[in-house]
């Protein structure tokens, strides 16, 4: 339960404290939607780390925007030295989308009458609004991050968090990610099927590259689809090994002339996306792209966003789901899919949109 009733009068000024990953961020935007909707004569401020804010790029819901040190080396003093700038802009209230007991401590020290926010990691002290979290037999209870998120905003007051994700692109990015498209030689009307075999999660959500690679042939065999594959600034190595396994050509498109901005167009622009359960995923949902999305060591119902052109390719483990970054084993819940059963979703996806 929460400390007390919220008085909307505390809203006047309010910081959001956004979530740190990619996907997490994308699930929170029915939230977010609905706190701009709800506190439309409030000031909000969006608190989020300098690589996502290129996801929220173009969104109408924020007033102001302020980033988290980046330099590691400096994160402490940085840290006081944004707690001291958010406090002196007279912040009244402050919501946590993140759960970590650093960012309760943030809110303490920005001194805001109200800190809102789920009891968790030993942070209660520090909050004055307490949510508590679904549980079952004492664990937490696997629930979609939409309905988590969503609670947030019904508690301060606001409606309407059920609708669907919501990105924006740019111009600018729209241009460039054309000026691609006729660069790759993709012709009107041919399918543009793009791969995403990273996950910065861990080793245990990545689909091995060769079967990656399999299904990228499969596709172009099968459709005259062209394939791109994408990947973060740590994914060129892995991006590289699915280049490697196709059997058709294929055009790897990562940093540095990818970035998150220019993704989200690519996404918007594309047939369909084939991914590990990472952010990207959210992407196509948001733009209402299909998507193939391929489960191992994570449960779907932490992410469940029930849209209807999404597959879930998995399969049944004994040791899993898991939810370890590092699969301590053999990988068996995701060697174990094989590249059919990736290409017979994609084909029904592919066919269904084509009618």
């Known amino acids: 339960m929460a400390s007390r009733e919220f008085d909307a009068g505390d809203l006047s000024k309010t910081l959001v404290v956004l979530p740190n990953w990619v996907g997490d961020v994308v699930l929170a935007t029915p939230a977010l939607r609905a706190l701009r909707k709800g506190l439309a004569d409030s000031e909000i401020t969006y608190l989020m780390r300098p690589y996502v804010a290129d996801i929220l790029q173009h969104s109408p819901w924020a007033d102001r925007v302020e980033l988290w040190p980046e330099s590691p080396g400096r994160r402490k003093r940085g840290l006081l030295g944004l707690a001291r700038r958010l406090r002196e802009h007279g912040y009244t209230a402050v919501v946590l989308f993140t759960n970590s007991f650093r960012t309760a401590g943030l809110a303490w020290l920005v001194r805001a009458e109200r800190r809102i926010g789920y009891a968790r990691d030993y942070r209660s002290f520090l909050l004055t609004d307490r949510l508590?979290?679904?549980?079952?037999?004492?664990?937490?209870?696997?629930?979609?991050?939409?309905?988590?998120?969503?609670?947030?905003?019904?508690?301060?007051?606001?409606?309407?968090?059920?609708?669907?994700?919501?990105?924006?692109?740019?111009?600018?990015?729209?241009?460039?990610?054309?000026?691609?498209w006729s660069e790759f030689g993709i012709e009107d009307g041919q399918p543009v099927v793009v791969l995403n075999p990273g996950a910065a999660f861990g080793g245990s959500k990545l689909y091995p590259p060769d079967q990656f690679g399999a299904v990228a042939t499969a596709l172009s065999q099968q459709f005259g689809a062209k394939i791109l594959i994408t990947g973060g600034p740590k994914e060129s190595a892995i991006v590289e090994k699915v280049r490697i396994a196709s059997k058709v050509e294929v055009v790897p498109v990562t940093p540095p002339r990818l970035n998150l901005r220019l993704l989200k167009s690519v996404i918007a622009r594309s047939s369909l996306l084939i991914t590990n359960d990472t952010g990207p995923r959210h992407f196509a949902i948001a733009f209402d792209v299909p998507v193939v999305t391929i489960f191992g060591p994570t449960h779907p119902e932490w992410t469940e966003t029930n849209y209807r052109y999404e597959r879930k390719v998995l399969i049944p483990v004994d040791c899993g789901p898991c939810q370890k970054p590092i699969c301590p084993l053999d990988h068996r819940c995701m060697t174990g899919i094989s590249p059919e059963m990736v290409v017979e979703q994609a084909s029904r996806l592919l066919k269904a949109r084509a009618k």
């Open 132 to 180: 508590e979290p679904l549980r079952q037999n004492g664990q937490f209870k696997v629930e979609s991050m939409l309905s988590y998120y969503g609670r947030l905003a019904e508690y301060v007051g606001c409606s309407n968090v059920d609708g669907p994700l919501e990105l924006h692109t740019d111009p600018q990015s729209d241009e460039e990610v054309a000026r691609w």
